[in-house]
């Protein structure tokens, strides 16, 4: 059996078993639209068309990032949470004992102290710096990219241009105008392809790649779930995305508000930032959508999950497994009496079982589940519940009414932010800050 989606325990609770219904009824109004969207290039996500370029245009690069002991990504949202799931996943090595490297770091906030940390202890001849943002112009990005412009000039001159490398549009944006300046290596993100489904372009592939990852084997597995759909938009009635997106629909329909995504692969553990990512920012919108709750088992057995068995009953569940058995240890017949029946068992068993437990207890207490049981956790099985998401969060979107590509609301922040700097244009968030800042504070110490 390959990947697969149970679904006895998705209708439960006060989700009617018919909930989904109603937007199943409405596969040929999206499955036209799919076709159009496809035809009109609008989706390269799903399609994949970028895939031939990009096998084309990684190969020859590594060559050129091997030597580099470290890779340094500036990136934020969609341009960071993908390469550091893929490398959670399938690069653990540097959160383990005695790792000799390679070493990769994230750097998606802007906390003076940690971005100095890095800075301080990197060593610029041994790094290769990648700044990755699909509009070349998110503040946060450029911001570290400034620092360690300065920081690779001040130690290593004129060479500093070899070391970096852009990820951006193909043409647009101040980093592709850096690119073209200073003759950077870049790569594209294609056109079309927002952050938060680009993790399967250069975007994410090639930190993964960097690190030994076989991304190839990611891009595989996502183009083996959405190729017939993306052949044949017709088929989405028994395409298993669109099922997920009329579930999730119901499930908003019927006053659920919250989707934990329960992610019981412990190595896949940041998969649950990823998704919270794509899920939020894209179906977040006009006081509509569920929100994503990430949580990994069985580590939050012993957390927030008391909450999801007997809080409100507000929630459903995407509950992620894996049939893979890892080659591993087990418990001799050494052991205390009352603990005998470990005996023979490997470690793995726990998981397994407590993975059971679980799935069965908060199908007990009638939260609405969905088991993704994947055929195994290697980097194509990654790729393959990547696109499902993906293509799940866009049907859904499309059946709340709603835009999932853009997010118009968190612009608001970034302006008055913009503004509070001192950047040309923001009058109006100037005086919108001057108003706020002179409100009446209600300030209490503790
Ligand atoms: O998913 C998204 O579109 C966003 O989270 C972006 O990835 C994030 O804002 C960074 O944008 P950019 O890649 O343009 O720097």
């Not at 030597?67 to 960071?80: D, K």
């Not at 890892?326 to 470690?347: R, T, V, Y």
């Not at 055929?375 to 049907?395: H, I, K, N, Q, S």
């Amino acid at each position: 059996m390959s990947h697969c989606l149970e679904w006895s325990k998705a209708y439960a609770h006060r989700l009617p078993k018919n909930a989904g219904e109603p937007f199943f009824s409405r596969q040929k109004d999206i499955s036209e639209r799919l076709a159009r969207e496809l035809a009109a290039g609008e989706l390269p996500f799903l399609n994949m068309p970028y895939r031939e370029k990009l096998r084309e245009a990684l190969p020859p690069l590594l060559p050129r990032i091997k030597p580099f002991r470290h890779m340094l990504v500036l990136g934020i949202g969609g341009s960071a949470l993908g390469a550091r799931a893929i490398q959670r996943a399938f690069a653990p090595g540097q959160d383990e004992p005695n790792h000799a490297g390679p070493w990769l770091w994230i750097a998606d906030n802007v906390c003076a102290r940690a971005f100095e940390a890095l800075l301080r202890k990197l060593q610029p001849a041994e790094t290769v710096v990648v700044c990755i943002s699909k509009s070349g112009g998110t503040i946060e990005t450029l911001a570290q990219y400034f620092l360690v412009k300065e920081w690779l000039l001040a130690a290593i001159g004129e060479r500093w241009k070899e070391h970096m490398i852009v990820v951006t549009d193909r043409t647009k944006g101040y980093l592709r105008e850096e690119a073209l300046r200073h003759g950077f290596h870049s790569m594209e993100v294609p056109d079309f392809l927002g952050g938060r489904y680009s993790a399967l372009s250069a975007v994410g592939l090639l930190p993964a790649a960097f690190l030994g990852i076989d991304w190839q084997a990611l891009l595989d597995g996502a183009y083996e779930v959405a190729h017939s759909l993306a052949q044949n938009p017709a088929r989405l009635g028994v395409h298993p995305s669109f099922a997920l997106a009329c579930w999730a629909k119901a499930l908003e329909e019927h006053q659920y508000s919250q989707l934990i995504f329960f992610c019981y692969i412990p190595s896949w553990a940041a998969y649950g930032l990823w998704f919270a990512q794509l899920w939020a920012e894209s179906l977040g919108k006009n006081g509509k959508g569920i929100m994503p709750v990430p949580a990994v088992g069985v580590t939050d057995q012993h957390s927030v999950n008391q909450m999801f068995l007997d809080g409100p009953r507000d929630k459903g569940c995407l509950f992620l497994t894996s049939r893979a058995r890892p080659q591993c240890g087990g418990f001799s017949g050494n052991l205390p009496e009352q603990w005998s029946w470990l005996a023979g068992k490997p470690f793995s068993a726990l998981l397994e079982a407590e993975a059971l437990g679980t799935r069965m207890a908060l199908a007990a207490n009638g939260v609405p589940l969905v088991h993704l049981d994947m055929e195994d956790d290697g980097p194509r099985a990654a790729g393959a519940l990547m696109m499902l998401l993906e293509v799940a969060t866009v049907f859904t979107g499309w059946l709340m009414d709603i835009n999932p590509l853009d997010q118009p609301a968190v612009e608001m922040g970034k302006r008055l932010a913009n503004a509070r700097l001192g950047a040309k244009g923001y009058a109006g968030e100037e005086a919108a800050l001057a108003a706020f800042l002179a409100e009446q504070r209600r300030e209490q110490a503790f």
